[in-house]
């Protein structure tokens, strides 16, 4: 067995599993996510808190 990219393999496994509706949840998971990470130090936190 070939050793994958786990991005690839969770492709493989929507593909196969017919999981396509978990795909924008994870999207947003990972955006949610990334805001957080970046925005604590960051001077772009006032704009943030104004989108929620």
Known sequence: MK?????LEFFDYLKQNKKWWLLPTIIMLL???LLIIFGQSSAAVPFIYALF
Do not use: F, M, R, S
Request: proline share 0%; net charge positive; charged share 10%.
């Open 3 to 7: 050793n994958k990219n786990i991005i």
């Open 31 to 33: 955006t949610v996510g």
